[in-house]
Nanobody, 123 residues
Framework: QVQLVESGGGLVQAGGSLRLSCAAS???????MGWFRQAPGKEREFVAT????????FYADSVKGRFTISRDNAKNTAYLQMNSLKPEDAAVYYC?????????????????WGQGTQVTVSS
C-alpha cells in the first residue's frame, strides 16, 4: 500500500506561485497521480492528473494554463506547480494515486490519498 505525503503549501499573495510535492513510498511511475482540492464548505474537486507510466496529463478548466503536474521518478515524487494563483485557488490540496491506466478525474478511481496541505491565497 503506497503512502503519500504532501508538502509545500502555505500563504501566498494573489498572482504568486507555489509548488506542491507529493512524496510516495513506492515508485510513482507505477501509479497514475492526481491532485484534488477542497475549499471550506465545498466538495473536493479534481485539479490535475498524470497517467500511470506516461507523461499524459489532464487539467481542470479552472487551472489549465496556470498549473502543471509532473513527477520525478528518481525521487518517487509528484509535483503540482501553481502559478498566477487566485484567491479562489485557496483550499486543502490532496495528492492521490491509482493503479489504473489512463487519466482520471473521478475520486473513486484513486486508491490512495495523502493527508493534504493547505494553500492560502491572499488578495
Amino acid at each position: 500500500q503506497v503512502q503519500l505525503v504532501e508538502s509545500g503549501g502555505g500563504l501566498v499573495q494573489a498572482g504568486g506561485s507555489l509548488r506542491l510535492s507529493c512524496a510516495a513510498s513506492e515508485r510513482t511511475f507505477n501509479y497514475g497521480m492526481g491532485w484534488f482540492r477542497q475549499a471550506p464548505g465545498k466538495e473536493r474537486e479534481f485539479v490535475a492528473t498524470i497517467g500511470r507510466g506516461t507523461t499524459s496529463t489532464f487539467y481542470a478548466d479552472s487551472v489549465k494554463g496556470r498549473f502543471t503536474i509532473s513527477r520525478d521518478n528518481a525521487k518517487n515524487t509528484a509535483y503540482l506547480q501553481m502559478n498566477s494563483l487566485k484567491p479562489e485557488d485557496a483550499a486543502v490540496y490532496y495528492c492521490a494515486a491509482t493503479r489504473s491506466w489512463g487519466t482520471f478525474t473521478l475520486e473513486r478511481v484513486y486508491d490512495y490519498w495523502g493527508q493534504g496541505t493547505q494553500v492560502t491565497v491572499s488578495s
